[in-house]
């Protein structure tokens, strides 16, 4: 279980996050929605140690880990698949898988994780750099996931891709969780991230003002209703 408890963190004087409370159950698929600018990286990047939280407290498991080092925390199986990809351009396909399984922990084979990518499969000596942006962000929810994180944070992973290869990738999240795995996605996807997503949170003004169940056909048009109403409010 991840807890977030009374998170502030910021870049300049006025905090970006203020105060936010949340807990990532196991085996959940949870959608942090909001629009541009704020914070969804920010929060991403707080709980793995990329940025100082000013306040507050980030656990797992009841294990105090707030501004853990980033390796040290993906050992523990805390992995953020990062907006813009962040591959290594000039390594392979397969030189980049390897690469995600620095972590040492049990999880997916290369094998299982091209099974679910197969375009990765026909395209392992294919320079990261020289890919489509669908499919280097393919390669980075993969790399991510040889990794075998027990929570799998994912910024923006619709991002560039087809719709037919967005379902296709939040299905992905949906078959991860029922092994355990918490699946976190920060989109602005709302309308792919409530379909996937059994939890929605609401990101605006530095904290979170909306959470809700994205269980049925009525949660989900429940967290885009409210998802409208809040932009529009601000
Ligand atoms: N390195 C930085 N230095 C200063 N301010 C920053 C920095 N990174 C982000 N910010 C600011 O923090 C706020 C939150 O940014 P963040 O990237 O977390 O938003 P986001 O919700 O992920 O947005 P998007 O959906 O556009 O990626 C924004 O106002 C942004 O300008």
Do not use: W
């Not at 037919?164 to 602005?188: C, P, S, W, Y």
């Amino acid at each position: 279980m991840l807890e977030i408890k009374n998170l502030t963190v910021g870049y300049i004087a006025e905090p970006v996050l203020r105060d936010l409370s949340v807990t990532f159950d196991d085996g959940d698929v949870v959608a942090v929605l909001g629009p541009n600018g704020c914070g969804k990286t920010t929060l991403l990047k707080a709980i793995v140690g990329l940025i100082p939280v000013r306040d507050g407290k980030v656990e797992l498991d009841g294990a105090d880990v707030t501004g853990g080092r980033t390796e040290k925390l993906a050992r523990e199986g805390l992995v953020v698949s990062p907006e813009g990809r962040r591959l290594f351009g000039g390594l392979t396909v397969m030189e980049n898988l390897r690469a995600g399984r620095f972590t040492g922990r049990a999880g997916p084979s290369i094998d299982d994780v091209l099974d679910i990518f197969p375009r990765l499969k026909e395209r392992l000596d294919f320079k990261a750099s020289a890919m489509s942006g669908g499919e280097q962000q393919m390669l980075a929810v993969a790399r991510a996931l040889v990794g075998g994180p027990r929570v799998l944070m994912l910024d923006e992973p619709s991002l560039g891709l087809a719709p037919k290869m967005v379902h296709q990738l939040f299905e992905v999240f949906r078959t991860l969780a029922n092994d355990g795995r918490t699946i976190i996605i920060a989109e602005q996807n709302v309308i792919e991230a409530t379909r996937v997503a059994r939890t929605c949170h609401i990101l605006t003004g530095g904290t979170f003002r909306f959470t809700g169940p994205s269980l049925t056909a009525d949660d989900q048009a429940t967290v885009q209703r409210t998802y409208s109403d809040l932009l529009a409010l601000n």
